[in-house]
């Protein structure tokens, strides 16, 4: 790193006063670094920057597909604030991610700590586990549309068979079957992401360290407590951010189970927002609907950023 | 084009023989027929032209292979090219809007309902397609008007309609006691009750289905005196007559196969095929399917319209399928000769055939095909044109209209109420802050 300068040569620093302003600018490295960022910048303004941006004006338009719209204030958000439905989408998109990212973090732990053993076909195993992560959504949602049919699920069939009920199973059909089904895929989805990024995390832990602790006694669960758990919390702590925004902003498993049926109880804010900004035209509605989806997602961030601030999480130790 | 007229007599006259053999046509006669039509048409489609074309992903094979096969007579006669990619009912009009939205990726869509009036803006003035079509075919009819002109020009043009009618087994009906289809409200409950009792339940979509759960809850409302608008497009859907119509609705729900508040378009199809469901409200697919892979069922399916109103009246919402062109498009003359060709006699004829009665024509002069009297049970289908509305019902057809049936308000009120979810005032409630919401402006 010798060869990188983090200041002119002394003679040089001497002339500066003397030299003109673009003489200046042409041979000041910041000004150089920032012609270095500017690719990277571009592409960030572009592609994330102008959308959401474009996004968050539209809300505050009545844009409508194929005809520009004008600026009308808080006016969509007003008539949102009285909304039922709109109310009702922010009430399951709540209740998805939580109760959906709840247990894929405990059955991806779980899962994680047992492929973590030795044992035959170990990549083999591993690899079957990311099966559901592998297939493109909409296919999941689609033989899971098959299991949850109202007349043809599997499921149904084979319980009527066992005689342990007389009549097919309304999964999509009655609003709190309807919001377990979905909830019920998403995890079926989303739990080998968690798993296999908890195992990488765990093979980074030493083995070293269960040995010492084995030597002094330690219990199977004081091993996890006080040795796998705080190593493996700054990976749970970026694995369960990504898992909360995935879920919070899931939108293909339920339009392609559901559509947000059966009477809205499974509408979440992006199917809403998709329902009222491009199948009913009103994109400034639907604008409004996706913008207010940003504090929530803020809030899942800021938690787990302050969370790795406060408890050092990066370097792993436990201290305050 | 001021020579026009007399080049149009002249092809009429040489052209009855060739109507005649239409149903017939092989390839290379439809090829040169197709060109014969190039020659004289008043569009000329622009040289070397590429059209994309989005369609209504098919339910009669049969349907399909024909209208294909204008495609293709179309394209080798004016040496074009017309890309035609097909897409679920559900999926259509998404595509459509992106594409209205963005100014590229397609060209004309041929789609359901009311389409061209979610962006009005963004799609050529047919008019001239429209007149030619209904002088030279007999016209068009009112619901026809309603689907394709908004004031006084036409922005699409509707193609044909498939009828939401009653599809049911004849043995079942008869069982319940109902020899003759029930003509009225009363009868129509005391049929499906029936049913439910014999162990032949009944069932209609209250998912969101944009074509099967729209239609027969459209007419329900109707039926009973309801409306989402009035004729001055004002929100009038919390009244006694809507509060009658969701006590109706209720009572039929409450009798149906369990789980139709999850059905989407191809729930009831699937359903009835298998055995499992004896009525339904569709098009004429079932029975179609069921002629290919069970004729024993299919002897036994009939069709009825629905029960009049307590006024007296049928009013049914069909599916109507409106075809646009874009305004953006580089290709007008190609798109509009296209659809004047494909609604042409010798085309249009056989392609109704081939649909066997999925497909019911706006222009009366298709009604006299023979396929709607060649089997009884296609007959009723013949009429949609007479009972349809658009999905503004007594209101003006428009943007907000169109949005509101894409919005699914209607269907959300009936099945909040069957559901219960939400008590009648409620259901009504909710319903009229989302219609006012979407005709605020």
């Known amino acids: 790193m010798t060869t990188v300068q983090t200041s002119m040569p002394p003679q040089a620093a001497a002339t500066v006063e003397a030299q003109p302003l673009w ?36 809300s505050f338009t009545d844009e409508r597909i194929g005809r520009a719209g004008i600026f009308v204030g808080l006016e969509n958000y007003e008539w949102l604030w009285d909304d039922a439905i709109f109310w009702l989408s922010v009430f399951n998109t709540l209740l998805y991610t939580l109760v959906a990212s709840a247990i894929k973090f405990a059955i991806g732990l779980y899962l994680a700590l047992l492929l973590n053993r030795h044992m035959p076909f170990k990549a083999m195993i591993r690899a079957v586990v990311l099966i559901p992560f592998i297939v493109p959504t909409v296919l999941s949602a689609i033989a899971f549309w098959w299991i949850y049919d109202a007349q043809f699920s599997i499921i149904s069939w084979s319980l009527i068979k066992l005689g342990l009920i007389h009549q097919n199973i309304d999964f999509l059909g009655s609003e709190n079957w309807a919001r377990g089904s979905v909830i019920f895929a ?62 919070f902003t899931d939108f293909q498993l339920v339009w392609a189970l559901t559509r947000g049926g059966p009477v809205n109880a499974t509408h979440l804010m992006a199917t809403l927002s998709y329902q009222r900004g491009i199948i009913s035209g009103r994109l400034g509605e639907g604008a409004a609907i996706a913008t207010a989806m940003i504090p929530f997602l803020l809030a899942a961030i800021a938690i787990s950023w302050f969370g790795m601030q406060r408890r050092k999480w990066q370097q792993g130790s436990d201290n305050d | 084009m001021t020579d026009f007229r007399t080049d149009r007599r002249s092809l009429l006259k040489g052209g009855a023989t060739l109507l005649a053999a239409a149903a017939t046509m092989s390839s290379e006669e439809l090829l040169g027929y197709a060109k014969a039509w190039a020659q004289t048409a008043q569009w000329k489609p622009e040289a070397g032209a590429k059209v994309n074309l989005l369609r209504w992903k098919r339910f009669v094979e049969a349907e399909d292979v024909a209208f294909m096969k204008i495609v293709d007579a179309f394209q080798k ?85 498939t009828g939401g009618l009653v599809n049911y087994r004849m043995s079942a009906a008869e069982k319940a006691g109902h020899k003759e289809f029930p003509k009225d409200l009363a009868g129509f409950a005391d049929l499906i009750k029936g049913m439910k009792k014999n162990n032949t339940p009944a069932g209609m979509a209250l998912g969101h289905a944009s074509g099967d759960a729209n239609g027969w809850l459209h007419w329900a409302l109707w039926a009973h005196g309801g409306n989402l608008i009035d004729k001055d497009n004002k929100v009038v859907v919390n009244s006694p007559e809507t509060a009658k119509a969701l006590e ?104 109704v055939e081939a649909a066997q009665g999925y497909l019911s024509p706006f ?70 802050k989302s219609a006012k919401r979407i005709f605020r402006h």
């Not at chain 2, 047919?126 to 007149?131: F, K, R, W």
């Not at chain 2, 069921?290 to 919402?317: C, F, S, Y």
């Open chain 1, 186 to 247: 998403n995890i079926w989805r989303g739990v080998p992401f968690v798993a296999i990024t908890l195992l990488a995390g765990l093979q980074t832990v030493s083995p070293s360290l269960y040995e010492a602790a084995t030597l002094d006694g330690a219990t199977d669960w004081q091993r996890f407590r006080y040795i796998t758990y705080p190593l493996l919390t700054p990976i749970i702590a970026v694995v369960m951010t990504f898992s909360v925004l995935f879920t």
């Open chain 2, 77 to 161: 006669a004016n040496n074009v090219t017309i890309n035609v990619s097909n897409e679920s009912y559900d999926d259509i009009q998404p595509k459509a809007s992106v594409a209205a939205n963005t100014g590229q990726g397609l060209d004309m869509v041929w789609g359901l309902y009311s389409l061209p009036f979610l962006f009005p803006e963004k799609c050529t003035d047919m008019t001239d397609v429209a007149t030619y079509l209904g002088d030279k075919c007999g016209g068009w009819s009112q619901s026809g008007k309603d689907y394709g002109m908004l004031n006084g020009k036409w922005i699409g043009v509707p193609v044909a309609a």
């Open chain 2, 248 to 351: 109706y609705v209720k009572g039929l729900y409450d009798n149906f196969i369990p789980g139709t508040a999850s059905w989407n378009d191809s729930s009831n199809n699937k359903a009835f095929i298998a055995g499992q469901l004896y009525l339904t409200v569709n098009g004429i697919s079932i029975y179609v399917a069921a002629k290919k892979e069970n004729q024993q069922m299919a002897e036994d399916i009939n069709h009825a319209h629905l029960p009049a109103g307590v006024d007296g009246k049928t009013r049914e919402l069909h599916l109507g399928f409106p075809i646009l062109v874009y305004n953006f498009t580089k290709f007008p003359q190609t798109c509009k000769a296209f659809t004047a060709f494909m609604m042409e006699p010798a085309q249009f004829d056989p392609w």
């Open chain 2, 363 to 432: 222009l009366l002069g298709y009604e006299k095909n023979k396929i709607w009297t060649a089997d009884p049970k296609n007959t009723p289908y013949r009429n949609v044109a007479e009972t349809a509305t658009t999905p503004a019902g007594i209101g003006k057809m428009g943007e907000n209209a169109a949005a509101a049936i894409a919005d699914f308000v209607v269907v959300d009120m009936f099945a909040n109420y069957c559901t219960g979810r939400e008590d009648v005032k409620t259901a009504m409630a909710t319903a009229e």
């Open chain 1, 23 to 58: 003489e200046r600018l042409r041979t000041s490295r910041n000004v150089l670094a920032l012609w270095f960022m500017l690719p990277a910048a571009a592409f960030l303004i572009l592609f994330l920057a102008y959308p959401l941006g474009l996004g968050i004006w539209m």
